[in-house]
């Protein structure tokens, strides 16, 4: 399901009604307080009477778009409403002020480390949405070699440089049967990478079983090849870093002490992690509204995240969480550029040149 998409089955609006309630959301995003006919009449030049806004008021109300404990109080944004804001406004593109500077600024390409990306990501997406940011870093269902390099050690050592095509590096220390020169050892890498370049686990095993990969040195190197790449695989999540709880909490909807106690609590089990695993498109940005949600716990909440990587599924995740009177446009905004500058950054991401 994706969750991103109108509901089918929310009431239509018409035009005027649209208008009023999209006005409705975006003050309480922006005060967090009730929004009253008297408001929306002085403040907006709707050119109807106050008496009118309060008829259409009533009206979304029992359409489910908004709450009102009583007929003169103020109205506040219901889950649909909420919806219904993100289909009309959130596709817009509102960036935090020099956001694309700050991201440049913050993510350092020349690092070449996907973990040190994710989390500089989580940092500057909190700062920016004033909410709880998360960044996976990137892990693909099925393990795939890239390129392995080996580098003469001492003696009969030498150590196995295993690149994936997730940007991930792995090293092994294999040995030798004899005192094997480096240029020996990059010509059996050389060969090597002709054969294995772009295979899975599976496909490394089919080959080691064909015996098209001949000689000690090319069996351990493919050996140990096969084990680091399993042991990726076996691995059951991504590697994940939260920034901005502080920001988060900070809103009024976590000043008492057992609405902070709860969203902490949410981050200690898996509820945040599972709902990554319906991971969109990449480019697609989701939107998650409180009730929403499959996972209980997170229904107090909205989630806005986006999948970033490389097109042949080495993905990660970049989102905020906050209450759900959260500021959809920009969040949406940002996790939108954040996801495609991390993609182009793992997506050209390639092994260092002492390795070529």
């Known amino acids: 399901m994706n969750e991103s ?6 009431p239509a609006l018409n035009t ?7 006005i409705i959301v975006s003050d309480y995003i922006e005060t967090a307080a009730p929004v009253s006919s008297q408001q929306l009449a002085r403040r907006y030049e709707l050119r109807v009477s106050p008496a009118t806004i309060r008829n259409d008021m009533a009206e979304l109300e029992e359409m489910g778009y908004i709450s009102r404990p009583h007929t003169s109080a103020g109205g506040v944004p219901s889950d649909p409403g909420y919806r219904f804001y993100v289909e009309r406004a959130g596709q817009r593109n509102r960036l935090p002020r020099h956001f694309q500077e700050r991201v440049r600024d913050a993510i350092d390409f020349d690092e070449a480390d996907p973990a040190a990306w994710a989390r500089s990501a989580a940092r500057v997406l909190a700062s920016a949405v004033h909410n709880l940011a998360i960044a996976t870093t990137v892990k693909r269902a099925i393990a795939r070699v890239k390129q392995v390099q080996i580098v003469h050690l001492h003696d009969r050592e030498a150590l196995l440089v295993v690149v994936m095509q997730d940007a991930q590096l792995r090293q092994r220390i294999i040995h030798l049967n004899s005192d094997t020169p480096q240029d020996e050892l990059t010509q059996v890498a050389n060969r090597l990478n002709q054969l294995i370049g772009g295979l899975s686990t599976a496909e490394l095993r089919t080959l080691w079983d064909s015996g098209a990969v001949g000689g000690h040195l090319f069996t351990t190197a493919l050996t140990e090849t096969i084990r680091i790449l399993s042991d990726e695989e076996r691995k ?4 994940r870093y939260l920034n901005g709880l502080g920001h988060m909490l900070s809103q009024p909807e976590f000043q008492s002490g057992r609405s902070a106690q709860d969203a902490a609590e949410v981050l200690d089990d898996d509820s945040i992690t599972r709902i990554f695993d319906d991971s969109p498109r990449p ?3 989701r939107v998650v509204i409180g009730q929403e949600s499959h996972e209980e716990h997170l229904r107090p909440y909205s989630v806005v995240y986006a999948t970033y990587g490389a097109p042949d599924g080495a993905t990660g995740v970049i989102g905020t969480m906050g209450p759900t009177r959260m500021d959809y446009t920009r969040s949406m905004s940002s996790v939108r550029y954040l996801a495609a500058f991390l993609s182009e950054l793992v997506q050209a991401l390639e092994p ?3 390795w070529q």
Do not use: I
């Open 352 to 354: 260092s040149p002492q």
């Open 236 to 239: 059951e999540t991504r590697e």
């Open 283 to 285: 480019a697609e940005v």
């Open 16 to 22: 005027r009604r649209q208008a009023l309630l999209e």
């Open 5 to 10: 998409t109108a509901n089918p089955a929310a």
